[in-house]
């Protein structure tokens, strides 16, 4: 489904990812994880493809397609979805007219014709128990004076709506509360399928209680020195990052 290739990235004329090598198939949970400054974030942001980062050379292929060619927006409609980073707020706009918005866009760019109010409606409702959020969140604008957590869950709606073929999930270095931990990693679970695939990005180990996954690799200064299953997670609660500094030679 994704596969990056040697990729570099800069942001301002610095260097922060420096050859990055990843392959995520359809059905797995990758885990990024890497102290403060890694370059996390610019990885998912470059596979957002969020502006003010360069990509100085590499590839990353999406589904068959350059993705580097394409826009964020067009990203997007491809099924590539960012959570969490950074949640904009939007006056005037609500939860529900976004979404609207959002989900024509991509059935526009499949060839399928708008959803009916109906229809809509019903989506949304079905949507919305699945994700456990209240109506009254959605009738709101979107992410205006929302706590943490009704952003988080807010997202994970906005997930479960658009189905994205591949989430990337962002958790900032605030970190969540365990109730938002719990919204978010119950709604991966759920919307977890062979078809799609998630990207976690995470400093703690603890999201990864709930979420469990597949790979998990270990960004350190713009590369991935290691990858392993969900068990070298608990090694790096237990033992932190500098045995593995060590190991790869990076200390
Ligand atoms: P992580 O998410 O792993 O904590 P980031 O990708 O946010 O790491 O940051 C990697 C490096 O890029 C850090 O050294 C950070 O200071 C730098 N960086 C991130 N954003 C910017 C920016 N907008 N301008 C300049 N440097 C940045
Ligand atoms: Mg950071
Ligand atoms: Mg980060």
């Known amino acids: 489904m994704l596969s990056i290739k040697n990729l570099h990235a800069s942001i301002e004329g610095k260097e922060i990812l420096k050859g990055i090598n ?10 990024i994880m890497g102290p403060n400054g890694s ?10 493809g969020r502006e003010d980062y360069e990509v100085d050379s590499g590839e ?18 491809e099924g ?21 918005t959002a989900l024509n866009k991509i059935r526009e760019h499949k060839g399928l014709e708008p959803l009916d109010a109906v229809s809509f409606l019903s ?13 009254s969140l959605l009738s709101r604008s979107l992410n205006e004076g ?8 807010n997202e994970i709606f906005q997930m479960a709506m658009l189905e994205p073929t591949l989430s990337i999930l962002d958790e900032t270095d605030s970190g969540l509360d365990i109730d938002a931990l719990r919204i978010v990693a119950n709604g991966v ?17 603890r999201l990864l209680d709930y979420i469990v996954p597949d790979f998990v690799h270990v960004l350190f200064n713009g590369k991935i020195v290691k990858t392993g299953g969900k068990e ?6 237990e033992k932190g990052y500098d045995w593995i500094k060590e190991e790869a030679g990076v200390a």
């Open 232 to 237: 070298l997670a608990l090694q790096l609660e």
């Open 80 to 100: 590539v979805f960012l959570a969490f980073q950074y949640p904009i707020e939007i006056p005037g706009v609500t939860t529900t007219n976004f979404m609207k």
């Open 189 to 205: 679970n759920k919307l977890k399928s062979d078809d799609n695939a998630t990207i976690v990005v995470t400093h703690y180990q």
């Open 60 to 77: 990353i292929s999406f589904n068959g397609k350059d993705l580097l060619e394409l826009e964020a927006d067009e990203r997007a409609q």
């Open 22 to 31: 990843l392959e995520v198939k359809p059905g797995e949970v990758h885990a």
């Open 146 to 153: 929302f706590s943490g957590g009704e952003k988080k869950r």
């Open 123 to 135: 989506l949304m409702k079905e949507k919305m128990k699945l994700v456990e959020i209240d109506q």
């Open 39 to 48: 370059g996390k974030s610019t990885l998912a942001s470059v596979l957002a």
